[in-house]
């Protein structure tokens, strides 16, 4: 009896070791194919790691080319708005000045652009305009003495020599000063304003111990304005010049003295800087039609 038992047991003890075994063999092909399941998947990533980097580096090159575009295009558009157009024979325009000028042109009575045929027109009516608004030019006007010209783009104050000198005289008449004064708050009033002071004669030759002949006096009254504006009211000496012209460019002939009187002049030229000078539209008032 104790026999048999001590066979049974080392029978069930046999069977016992061979599950155990199978179960054993089972876990480890399934480790197996866990551990090839890991490394397949690991590999995947891999590839999809570097495909996704490709597609980074070519949404990378698009937007570099797309700003590049853009940039091009901002560069074609400010290229095209500082192009320049001839107006006259002395003055050029850009895109962006046109646009400003035709803002100013919406504010002009019609009737004054009646006759602006030409570019050039277009841009006298408007400086015309835009000087009024800007300056106290009408303080120089009402006066046959003293006379507010625009030609091309360039604004042109002449004024009598019978109100700034004496005859054969570059010296500054006292009673002058207040129309100095006036003409340096013109040009004061503007700082992008350069402006040039021309001394003109009539034909009749000078020559005395102070004065060699009329381009002489010319210069010499020209640089009489200009040390008064500079000296005594401020303006910038940079934006002076002082020119004399003698009897080189008269209004009308020299054959009465009513005519000479006329030719014996100083002219104020005031030649803006012309963005500037449209850059005054957002201060402006709208005039009524």
Known sequence: MRKTFIILSALTLSLSSCVSKKKYLAL?????????????????????EAKFAKIEKRVENYN???????????????????????????????????EKMRATLTKVDPAELANAKTLKDSMDVAIAYN??????????????????????????????????????????KKKAYKLIQKLADVI???????????????SRSINNAVLQDNWDLSVKRATSIVRLLEKK????????????RGSSIP????????N???????????LPNLDKFFGLLAQEETIAP
């Open 64 to 98: 570099e080319k797309i700003n590049s575009l853009k940039d091009y295009n901002s560069d074609l558009e400010a290229k095209n708005n500082v192009k320049l157009d001839m107006v006259g024979k002395n003055a050029v325009i850009s895109n962006t000045m046109k």
């Open 233 to 244: 009211y401020k303006v910038e000496p940079s934006r002076l010049i002082a020119a004399g």
């Open 131 to 172: 000087l009024k608004k800007s300056i106290n030019s009408s303080d120089l006007e009402g006066s046959e003495d003293v006379n507010v010209d625009i030609d091309q783009t360039v604004v042109m104050i002449s004024v009598s020599d019978k109100l700034l000198f004496n005859t054969a005289s570059y010296r500054v």
């Open 188 to 202: 004061n009033s503007e700082p992008s304003m350069d402006v040039m002071i021309e001394g003109h004669t009539d």
């Open 260 to 270: 000479r009187a006329r030719n014996r002049r100083t002219r104020i030229v005031i």
């Open 28 to 48: 480890e092909k399934q480790y197996q194919d866990t551990k090839g399941n890991l490394q397949k998947t690991a590999f995947e990533k891999k590839e999809l």
């Open 251 to 258: 209004l009308v002939d020299n054959s009465t003295s009513e």
